[in-house]
């Protein structure tokens, strides 16, 4: 069942092939100016910075921008929808776990998003900056796999704050709220190992660097399997989280009309 | 004709403030993106004393002024986003009857009161930044930075026009232009310097952001102009506005005359 609805995932996405192209446009041009604003830091700082130079950093920015749109770091409302109109009570009359079957299709939709939304943004940046990347095949392994976890736990968090439709209905202030914390502390914006260091304590307290930050340097070859591990870790304990607070929202749970 | 948008404009107010509970969600939502544009600006400014030229304080300020220009300029033409939903679904025949200029009718469709909420919260941090600047206040730099948030304002309300133009050719392209329009705004708040010389030129003459805030800012705190510019380049904000105004209205009327409709 669980590979059915990965495959319903890919296939409900890979309809929207100009909107993927087109998103994957906004991600290069926002490489571009991000990737020129972190050469300058780079420059700036004397040619090297916590472990980037020039090209890394670069890298760091065009790797983030592919990422975007896999890993799905905007937001994500299906859930918080369902519960306000009562969809939901369809989903509570499947034979499969609600949290387990959204998962895979959200799997399945980042399978999906890797080569129109990952491979634009690469093509650009090794044509205008150039990519430092590994040489060996082993980067490559481990990063996918990266990758892979980092959109689970991308999902958890989603599906997390998704649940506060439950007890809110109105998702707008949870998901500006999330919106705006992950997206400094995954390292979206700059390396986390360029915060300062209470912002890099608090970042490290969170799953968000393992989102982003995380998988980045898996692949640029920075770290390896120990990056994995803790992000697994995250993704266990939120995933865990995710169940137990669908059961306690759909005890509270109300559909109307009939 | 501004009788009209005023009678639109009092409409919109009254239904978007009927649910207070949900308008104040919606304000405090839009000032995230105030707070995630402050913290974004933090990090980048975290491991070097300056950037561009620029300090963080000064950083802070051409953003900020950015901020406020784009908040004016998304409250009134920020639903020039929809053109292409017009447009798809057919109901845009029903605004080239009515007797008044379509653009303006589109403009009149939405006044999105949530934008005020960044505005604000843009001004605040304007306020502060220039307040503890320490520059000897002329009148000449008060109307510049009046001028500043005007003229940002207009350019930004150029992009949406020219980028809704554009859309008469695309039906399906919004979200290309719109990168150029975001991207546009992006690039308006670090300091143009930083840009390799194709992508300078790209956000100085085509699309005019560093017009926005940054030659102004250098101009106001009296730093060097870039290579090549006199120094009172940051007056020149009107000009750029003209220009891309200019292209935007002539994209436009060339968008308009396009239109076929799609008929039934």
Same mark, same amino acid.
């Given at each position: 069942?669980?590979?059915?609805l990965?495959?319903?995932?890919?296939?409900?996405?890979?309809?929207?092939?100009?909107?993927?192209?087109?998103?994957?446009?906004t991600?290069?041009?926002?490489?571009?100016?991000?990737s020129? =604003?972190?050469?300058? !830091?780079?420059?700036?700082?004397?040619?090297?910075?916590?472990?980037?130079?020039?090209?890394?950093?670069?890298?760091?920015?065009?790797l983030?921008?592919?990422?975007?749109?896999?890993?799905?770091?905007?937001?994500?409302?299906?859930?918080?929808?369902r519960?306000?109109?009562?969809?939901? @009570?369809?989903?509570?009359?499947?034979?499969?776990?609600?949290?387990?079957?959204?998962?895979?299709?959200?799997?399945? %939709?980042?399978?999906?998003?890797?080569?129109?939304?990952?491979?634009?943004?690469?093509?650009?940046?090794?044509?205008?900056?150039? &990519?430092a990347?590994?040489?060996?095949?082993?980067?490559?392994?481990?990063?996918?796999?990266?990758?892979?976890?980092?959109?689970?736990?991308?999902?958890?968090?989603?599906?997390?704050?998704?649940?506060? #439709?439950?007890?809110?209905?109105?998702? %707008?202030?949870?998901?500006?709220?999330?919106? !705006?914390?992950?997206? =400094?502390?995954?390292?979206?914006?700059?390396? !986390?190992?360029?915060?300062?260091?209470w912002?890099?304590?608090?970042?490290?307290?969170?799953p968000?660097?393992?989102?982003?930050?995380?998988?980045?340097?898996?692949?640029?070859?920075?770290?390896?399997?120990?990056?994995?591990?803790?992000?697994?870790?995250?993704?266990?304990?939120?995933?865990?989280?995710?169940? #137990?607070?669908? @059961?306690?929202?759909?005890?509270?749970?109300?559909?109307?009309?009939? | 004709?501004?009788?009209?948008?005023?009678?639109?404009?009092?409409?919109? =107010?009254?239904?978007?403030?009927?649910?207070?509970?949900?308008?104040?969600?919606?304000?405090?939502?839009?000032?995230?993106?105030?707070?995630?544009?402050?913290?974004?600006?933090?990090?980048v400014?975290?491991?070097?004393?300056?950037?561009?030229?620029?300090?963080?304080? #000064?950083?802070?300020?051409?953003?900020?002024?950015?901020?406020?220009?784009?908040?004016?300029?998304?409250?009134?033409?920020?639903?020039?986003?929809? &053109?292409?939903?017009?447009l798809?679904?057919?109901?845009?025949?029903?605004?080239?009857?009515?007797?008044? $200029?379509?653009?303006?009718?589109?403009?009149?469709?939405?006044?999105?009161?949530?934008?005020?909420?960044?505005?604000? @919260?843009?001004?605040?941090?304007?306020?502060?930044?220039?307040?503890?600047?320490?520059?000897?206040?002329?009148? @000449?730099d008060?109307?510049?930075?009046?001028?500043?948030?005007?003229?940002?304002?207009?350019?930004?309300?150029?992009?949406?026009?020219?980028?809704?133009? =554009?859309?008469?050719?695309?039906?399906?392209?919004?979200?290309?232009?719109?990168?150029?329009?975001?991207?546009?705004?992006?690039?308006?708040?670090?300091?143009?310097?930083?840009?390799?010389?194709?992508?300078?030129?790209?956000?100085?003459?085509?699309?005019?952001?560093?017009? !926005?805030?940054?030659?102004?800012?250098?101009?106001?705190?009296?730093?060097?102009? $870039?290579?090549?510019?006199?120094?009172?380049?940051?007056?020149?904000?009107?000009? #750029?506005?003209?220009?891309?105004?200019?292209?935007?209205l002539?994209?436009?009327?060339?968008?308009?005359?396009?239109?076929?409709?799609?008929?039934?």
């Amino acid at each position: 069942m669980w590979p059915t609805l990965f495959a319903l995932g890919f296939r409900r996405w890979s309809a929207y092939r100009t909107a993927a192209l087109a998103g994957a446009f906004t991600n290069c041009v926002f490489g571009l100016i991000r990737s020129a =604003v972190l050469i300058a !830091v780079v420059g700036t700082a004397g040619g090297a910075l916590a472990g980037y130079d020039r090209a890394t950093a670069a890298t760091y920015v065009w790797l983030g921008q592919a990422l975007i749109g896999p890993v799905q770091l905007f937001g994500w409302n299906e859930l918080a929808q369902r519960v306000r109109t009562g969809d939901i @009570a369809i989903d509570l009359a499947r034979p499969a776990d609600p949290m387990l079957t959204y998962l895979a299709a959200d799997l399945g %939709r980042a399978t999906f998003a890797l080569l129109p939304r990952g491979l634009p943004p690469l093509v650009v940046g090794a044509l205008v900056t150039g &990519l430092a990347l590994p040489h060996t095949p082993a980067p490559y392994a481990l990063g996918l796999a990266s990758v892979a976890l980092a959109t689970a736990l991308s999902f958890a968090c989603r599906w997390l704050v998704n649940l506060s #439709a439950f007890w809110l209905l109105d998702l %707008r202030g949870p998901m500006t709220l999330y919106l !705006v914390v992950s997206g =400094v502390l995954c390292g979206l914006v700059v390396p !986390v190992h360029w915060f300062p260091g209470w912002l890099a304590a608090i970042a490290a307290a969170t799953p968000f660097p393992s989102m982003m930050q995380a998988p980045t340097d898996v692949l640029m070859g920075r770290s390896g399997a120990q990056t994995l591990v803790v992000q697994a870790l995250w993704l266990a304990g939120l995933l865990g989280l995710g169940r #137990a607070g669908f @059961a306690l929202g759909t005890r509270r749970l109300v559909i109307q009309g009939g | 004709m501004v009788e009209p948008y005023l009678v639109l404009a009092r409409m919109h =107010v009254r239904a978007q403030t009927a649910y207070r509970g949900s308008f104040a969600i919606e304000v405090l939502a839009s000032v995230g993106a105030t707070v995630s544009g402050v913290c974004e600006m933090y990090v980048v400014f975290a491991s070097v004393p300056a950037l561009g030229g620029l300090t963080l304080r #000064a950083a802070l300020l051409v953003f900020a002024l950015g901020h406020v220009s784009m908040s004016l300029a998304d409250l009134f033409f920020g639903h020039l986003d929809a &053109l292409p939903g017009y447009l798809r679904s057919g109901a845009f025949d029903a605004f080239l009857l009515r007797p008044l $200029p379509v653009l303006f009718q589109l403009i009149g469709a939405e006044l999105s009161l949530r934008r005020l909420g960044r505005t604000v @919260a843009g001004s605040v941090l304007a306020t502060a930044v220039l307040a503890g600047i320490g520059i000897r206040w002329t009148p @000449a730099d008060v109307g510049l930075v009046a001028l500043t948030v005007l003229c940002g304002a207009a350019i930004f309300a150029a992009l949406f026009t020219a980028a809704a133009a =554009v859309q008469f050719w695309l039906v399906d392209g919004a979200e290309v232009t719109a990168s150029f329009v975001y991207g546009g705004q992006y690039a308006s708040q670090f300091p143009a310097s930083v840009y390799p010389g194709p992508l300078r030129t790209l956000f100085t003459f085509v699309v005019p952001a560093a017009f !926005v805030a940054y030659l102004p800012v250098l101009t106001l705190l009296r730093l060097p102009p $870039p290579p090549g510019l006199p120094p009172w380049i940051g007056w020149c904000t009107p000009l #750029a506005a003209a220009g891309a105004w200019a292209i935007a209205l002539l994209g436009w009327r060339a968008g308009l005359r396009r239109y076929t409709g799609t008929g039934s």
